[in-house]
């Protein structure tokens, strides 16, 4: 996750613990970005709530945050939105013609415009059991699901969708 960065070898990493369905409950990154979460979804209607906050430190003003969501669970369609404290719903942009592909099954994007809290939401739209589930947060300024911190790493340009401008992403 931190190619030139020999203090870091990962993102924070975090397993979910149950009864994390509201903000009251939500398990807390608060202080850890960019994160990664593992967690599990007993049926569908089931919802795990965690607590982020994006350090000054740590994103730049206007820098686009992405949220993915990996499994490998065939039978998973999740979604998952932002949250602030009252419950009110963030900004965030999802792609109309994404379509879950492999493992990537859900993906948004947001720009923070402050440092306070926010709760990332997932539950399961549907599913015949139990999922199990990856999600992680991390700058994203091109918005193409891959951290800039490894896009610089593998010589890509962060700001660029299309590095190589071939009309593949």
Known sequence: DYPFDVSKACFYELTESENNNLVE????LEGNFPGRV?????????????KFSFPSETIE????????????DNNFYPTANLFDRSGTQLATSVDSDFKPVNSLKYFFTYIPDSSAPVFLSISSLSQPGIASYTAEVFVDNDADAMSDIKEISLGMTPKRSDTDSDGIL
Do not use: A, C
């Not at 409950?25 to 807390?28: E, L, R």
């Not at 593992?38 to 965690?50: M, P, R």
């Not at 003003?61 to 490998?72: A, D, K, L």
């Open 38 to 50: 593992f967690g599990e979804l007993d049926n569908s209607g089931d919802t795990d709530v965690f």
């Open 25 to 28: 409950t939500s398990n807390s």
């Open 61 to 72: 003003s206007n820098n686009r945050v992405s949220v993915i969501i990996t499994s490998n």
